[in-house]
């Protein structure tokens, strides 16, 4: 059983940055694909980023390229979503979650094809 346990979101304004963490524990971190996703209100949960198990391949949503960086310490068994150029309709509760996988190179995009959850932290950005 692993357990994820994000930090970092909070109240900032918009073009701000946040940067969030994840850390995990009760498995081998190295072994899963970490992913983030945020669910705003009254929408679904929604895909906002991947990174591999090895951490060289990365992926985004549309929505979010070029302003999010999402990166791992596996020594730290942690994973990171630097959010910069914040927008109000980034508002949501932000959650971490990781998928095992045999390859060291894969990126899972479906809220569905990960195993397990964090409780999510809240990102406010104010216009």
């Known amino acids: 059983q692993v357990q994820l346990v994000e930090s970092g979101g909070g109240l900032v304004q918009a073009g701000g940055s946040l940067r969030l963490s994840c850390v995990a524990s009760g498995g081998i971190f190295s072994n899963y694909i970490m992913g983030w996703f945020r669910q705003a209100p009254g929408k679904e949960r929604e895909f906002v980023a991947a990174i591999s198990r090895s951490g060289i391949n990365t992926y985004y949503a549309d929505s979010v390229k070029g302003r999010f960086g999402i990166s791992r310490d596996n020594a730290k068994n942690t994973v990171y979503l630097q959010m910069n150029s914040l927008k109000p309709e980034d508002t949501a509760v932000y959650y971490c979650?990781?998928?095992?996988?045999?390859?060291?190179?894969?990126?899972?995009?479906?809220?569905?094809?990960?195993?397990?959850w964090g409780q999510g932290t809240q990102v406010t950005v104010s216009s």
């Open positions: 979650a990781c998928a095992a996988d045999r390859s060291l190179w894969g990126i899972r995009k479906s809220y569905d094809s990960y195993d397990y």
